[in-house]
């Protein structure tokens, strides 16, 4: 199965989904599945799907979290960083590695 015949199966089940977003859930489907021809089944491609987008969730609340830590740290001003702060930024980096990971299909080095 090619993405864009994923992005159309996508668009008659959901056909209120905006096209970027069934070109991202297709990247997303497609980056997990090492069998795209298990999709042609519906439940297959549901359960695949839901996997999909609740990964995506979590990666963007992480994302957020870590967002806003990052920003309330910003405005401490030019210090010496604390241990805290220096856990903080790992956090940010293995968020933004998960992220990667999640469109690429391929490990980050964080």
Request: hydrophobic share 45%.
């Amino acid at each position: 199965m090619t993405c864009h015949e994923l992005a159309e199966r996508i668009h008659n089940l959901r056909p209120e989904l905006s096209p970027s977003e069934v070109a991202r859930i297709s990247l997303l489907i497609l980056t997990q599945t090492d069998d795209t021809m298990l999709l042609v089944d519906d439940d297959t491609l549901t359960r695949v799907w839901k996997n999909a987008a609740f990964r995506l969730d979590a990666a963007a609340d992480q994302h957020a979290a870590v967002a806003d830590e990052l920003e309330q740290m910003c405005h401490n001003g030019p210090v010496q960083f604390t241990p805290d702060q220096l856990w903080t930024l790992l956090r940010a980096v293995k968020v933004q590695s998960q992220l990667l990971s999640l469109y690429t299909d391929q490990p980050a080095l964080a």
